[in-house]
């Protein structure tokens, strides 16, 4: 079975709803321990999909012969 493709929006939003709703401690034990679990999946997606993105850019640049020498840093 192929494996549906990650839209990293949605996945950031779900992520970023979960846990506003677990810093407000209204939630029961199993309630959050439910949406942590859920977090930690919305968290390993995310990072799969900027991953392939970066190497899709990588890749990019790379065809057109320049090859990236800096690494990806969003603080610069």
Known sequence: MAKKKINF?????QLETLVEEM???????EEALSRFE???NLTSECQQALQSAE???QELV???GKVLEKDFDLKD
Not at 9 to 13: A, F, G, N
Not at 23 to 29: A, F, R, T, W, Y
């Open 9 to 13: 929006e949605q996945s950031l939003s």
């Open 38 to 40: 859920k977090g930690i």
């Open 23 to 29: 810093e407000q401690g209204d939630l029961s034990l």
């Open 62 to 64: 790379e065809k057109n």
């Open 55 to 57: 190497l899709k850019v």
